[in-house]
């Protein structure tokens, strides 16, 4: 079972209960696994993962603690990880299928249950090296699509992004986690990300304007509604700033302002409002697909419209 090209590649195998961190490395060093940092210590975790990159980080969940799933989350951003796409296997105890959706949900690639073999662990390792899913953000998760093809609606919705475990296992550097790589992914992740805002913002604005006769809706939802909206528009800001889609900010206070005074009539929220509220939602959407020139043309004929009504 030992493969000679995992010799090199360098794990961050965090677990705090000792037996089971002697067994799991025991399996790795099976696997042919030498290059093995073991830690019990979360803070001593959280420094390596900055500090540092590896190939591949096994991280384990015990039943006591909800630790792990949160260090997998961090892990994952970008101003606490020196990778933020490397590759990932999260151990748990829990079997459950709420604990199996919360593990899932923190991004990791892999989610392997103990007690495990080291056949079970290998074939993890493996799915990695060769059929790594791509990763996908949104405003809370950042990680695997493991939606099917056809629900992804289109590659450009995922991205393949930097896989160190690969690189060191295929001897191909051109696949490492660079600077010039991490930097392409999030661009391209940041621009998803924008989309599916974009996206959810449309879908409220038209849910509410569908809804809105509907009083015992409007009194429950409308406040939370568009108080969600402004806060997901802040970070569709930073995310244009990242991508430097500077063109897009008139679209976001286009939204505002038009939220902003929903605000102050919710949850009575009239018809013509909430119709302005799904332009400028979709508008918003729209322009993610337009050129610089395009997309500020068509803001100036969406504010005439708006003007003439």
Request: charged share 30%; aromatic share 4%.
């Amino acid at each position: 079972m030992n493969n000679l090209e995992y010799a090199e590649a360098s794990i961050l195998h965090y677990d705090p209960r000792p037996k089971v961190r002697k067994r799991t490395c025991a399996s790795l060093r099976e696997l042919g696994f030498r290059r093995i940092a073991n830690i019990d210590n979360s803070k001593d975790l959280e420094i390596l993962v900055k500090a540092r990159q590896f190939e591949l980080v096994v991280f384990a969940a015990d039943p006591d603690d909800t630790r792990a799933t949160e260090l997998v989350r961090s892990a994952r951003q970008y101003d606490k990880s020196s990778d933020p796409y490397t590759p990932m296997i999260l151990v748990s105890w829990n079997g459950g299928s709420d604990n199996i959706r919360e593990a899932l949900n923190t991004g990791t690639d892999q989610l392997l249950m103990w007690p495990f073999s080291t056949t079970q662990l290998g074939a993890r390792v493996d799915a990695l090296v060769n059929d790594r899913k791509p990763f996908i953000e949104t405003e809370d998760y950042m990680g695997p699509d493991r939606r099917n093809l056809e629900k992804r609606g289109g590659k450009q919705n995922s991205v393949e992004v930097p896989n160190a475990l690969r690189a060191k296992v295929r001897q191909q550097p051109d696949l490492a986690p660079s600077r010039e790589a991490l930097e392409a992914a999030r661009d391209s992740l940041e621009r998803i990300k924008i989309a599916n805002v974009a996206r959810r913002i449309s879908t409220i604005a038209k849910v509410l304007r569908q809804r809105c006769d509907d009083q015992k809706f409007m009194q429950a939802r409308a406040s939370r509604e568009l108080a969600a909206v402004l806060t997901s528009l802040g970070g569709v800001r930073e995310a244009l700033d990242i991508t430097e889609l500077h063109h897009m900010h008139p679209f976001c206070t286009s939204v505002e302002q038009v939220v902003s005074q929903l605000l102050l009539d919710a949850p009575e929220l009239d018809g013509k409002g909430l119709a302005l509220l799904e332009q400028t939602a979709i508008a918003l959407r729209i322009a993610m697909d337009l050129d610089e020139d395009t997309a500020n043309a068509a803001l100036r004929l969406s504010g005439e419209v708006a003007r003439a009504r």
